[in-house]
């Protein structure tokens, strides 16, 4: 019997639960930082590079 034959034969089928979009929301939201974090973040090192430039001016 050839190879092919036997493959054909036994067909493998991988079957992974699908998650639901509920859950791939949740996964992506986890990963995704605040964005109010990101402009409060982002808010206090402007302030401190014009503080900065101020004190050198």
């Known amino acids: 019997m ?3 034959r ?7 089928r991988i079957r992974r639960p699908v998650p639901k979009p509920v859950e ?3 996964r992506i939201e986890q990963r995704l930082p ?3 974090e ?3 973040a982002a808010r206090k090192e402007a ?3 014009l503080d ?4 050198e001016a």
Do not use: G, M
């Open 24 to 26: 791939i929301e949740a």
């Open 38 to 40: 990101i402009l409060d």
């Open 34 to 36: 605040d964005p109010a």
């Open 2 to 4: 050839s190879l092919s």
């Open 47 to 49: 302030q401190a590079i």
């Open 6 to 12: 036997v493959f054909r034969s036994q067909p493998i």
């Open 52 to 55: 900065e430039a101020r004190e």
